[in-house]
């Protein structure tokens, strides 16, 4: 189970990741700012918790859930929106996933860690 909640993290962050980039560069650029500045406001941020995550480290899942919340709100906003309604369902659909398998985890995880310490 603490690998599917792991699993659940990492697909649904590399999926956010991969709806922000291809959105942003190929289906819908920017046209008030420049790409460049447009990726490094919404990617900058979820490169943070990278390295982390994909350790496993328990306390990078945990405070990234609290990155993805951010992403939620960016995502219902751009879904209120009639020009970007798919992008905003999309990015929200991705940001709640990867809220639910860190959160997942996180619980998972200190259960095993509990566990191997009473043994």
Do not use: N
Request: hydrophobic residues 60%.
């Amino acid at each position: 189970m603490i690998l599917a909640a792991r699993a659940l993290a990492l697909i649904a962050y590399f999926g956010l990741l991969g709806v922000i980039l291809i959105w942003t560069t190929w289906i819908d650029p920017p046209e008030i700012v420049p790409i460049a500045v447009a990726l490094v406001v919404l990617v900058l941020p979820l490169m943070f918790p990278l390295r982390g995550m994909l350790h496993g480290r328990r306390y990078t899942h945990a405070w990234s859930s609290l990155l993805a919340l951010a992403y939620i709100t960016l995502g219902i906003t751009l879904a209120a929106a009639a020009d970007a309604r798919l992008y905003g369902v999309l990015m929200t659909t991705t940001s709640l996933a990867w809220f639910a398998g860190c959160l997942l985890y996180v619980k998972l995880d200190a259960r095993r860690a509990r566990q191997l310490k009473d043994d």
